[in-house]
């Protein structure tokens, strides 16, 4: 059989090791801090020869062994890339070195104390000042531990911008060489955008915390009036223990259910949308894009509220105002002589309440896991919507059975109204019911079909009013 040499592979050990070691280009590093020393042992593992720039090449003596270290002139002369790790303030000795910077490579790490602390960005000012080097902002999302201990899972995106494209594919590659991400910013002018990323203080949680601090404040002052000022005004008792305990479990599972209808409610409003508007090719209005960038966050939140509630429930058995109240009503049945009967009713329901609540709470346990990027990265997408999607509706609809298990018949009772005001398990389940109603309408064969169609491409023609004239 013959076989063409082009096909064929060389077993020669020796030659495929002459292909891959080529040498790689030396990186000169300005900057001798924790981010620049850590920066320089990362290129060395990587096979790169690591320069450092220094005003005192003599005193530098906490580098990365196997790294030169020179002046800043002859560190120049060495390298066409550097890194500068030093803060914008002290940027001025880099004036005595422009000539030797003239068509260098200057990646520019740096980070302001606060966003938009000046004019503008650090990388914009440094191409001012340094007009004839080529700027390139990047590596200013990684920290400094990150690059020492290799832990790079939960930073390994870096954003890249420059003027220049062939310096920024040149950083992207050293980014790659890392284990890093790179991410094309485009030209200088998302620097400001680039340099403010590392400071927002958790910029996709922030809609998700005031909902759920607006939606625990209001149900806090809600059960105090209910469960604490009522019971006071009407007939003089002190419930302020119901503070501790009981307030903080109802609080929980009634923010998680809200929060929890919240997630999936802007799907439902998408499918109708697009339903409406016969296509999937218009923009969503500005507030229901918002509104599901940050449905994992709502979801996460939601879960931890329903943490809390699993184990604050446990604890319930364990109150003295739960002893006692078991001990009175014993005795009073002693006093009386007599037994309460088993109904079998309260029987199915008690049952049927506490197993809505595990398996909901389980699901709900599956939708965290699959949430996390390490296990939704091991599904393909198939498996991740089925989970987060067709098991999420099932997580709303066992969590809300649960909650309406709790009332049972009590929402027709009028004195279950204090003060005319509806029990708070009720207003938990208005947004989880308009979800599963919604939702019963789109599984529908003939709406289902025309939802397909419409995120498949297909579009609905508008009527031409008024005839051609051919």
Known sequence: MDISSSNMISLNPTTNRKRLDHKQ??????????????????????????????????????????????????????????????????????????????????????????????????AQYLSQLLPKAIVVKGFNTVSAWAL???????NSQVFICSDDNKSKQQVM???????????????????????????????????????????????????????????YVEKNENNSYKLMVSIPNTIFPVVSLILLGLVYLPGVIAAFLQLYRGTKYKRFPDWLDKWMLCRKQLGLVSFFYGFLHVFYSLIIPLRYSRYLKTARYIIAQTKKNSTSEMEMVWIWRSDAFYASGILGFSVFCLLGITSLSTVSNAMNWREFRFVQSKLGYVTVLLCTLHAALLGWNRFLMLSRYKWGLPPSYLLSMMIPCIVLALKLILIMPCVDRMVTRIRQGWERKEKCSGNLNI
């Open 25 to 122: 280009e030396a990186i000169c590093i300005f900057g001798t801090g924790d981010f620049g020393r850590s920066l320089g042992m990362r290129l060395l593992k990587s096979g790169h020869p690591v320069v450092f720039g220094s005003r005192n090449p003599q005193n530098s003596t906490l580098l990365p062994s196997g790294a030169q270290v020179l002046t800043h002139a002859d560190a120049l002369k060495e390298c066409k890339i550097i890194f500068l790790a030093v803060h914008r303030e002290n940027y001025d000795f880099l004036l005595a070195l422009s000539n030797l910077l003239d068509g260098k490579v200057l990646v520019d790490v740096s980070n302001n104390l606060r966003m938009n602390q000046y004019p503008e960005s650090n």
């Open 148 to 154: 020492q201990s290799g832990s790079l899972d939960a």
């Open 173 to 231: 590659d050293i980014a790659r060489c890392l284990g890093l991400t790179p991410l094309d910013q485009g030209s200088l002018l998302a620097a400001e955008e680039v340099e403010n990323y590392p400071l927002q203080l958790f910029p996709m949680w922030r809609l998700p915390f005031i909902i759920t601090a607006g939606l625990t404040v209001f149900f806090f002052l809600y059960c105090v009036l209910l469960k604490i000022i009522h019971p």
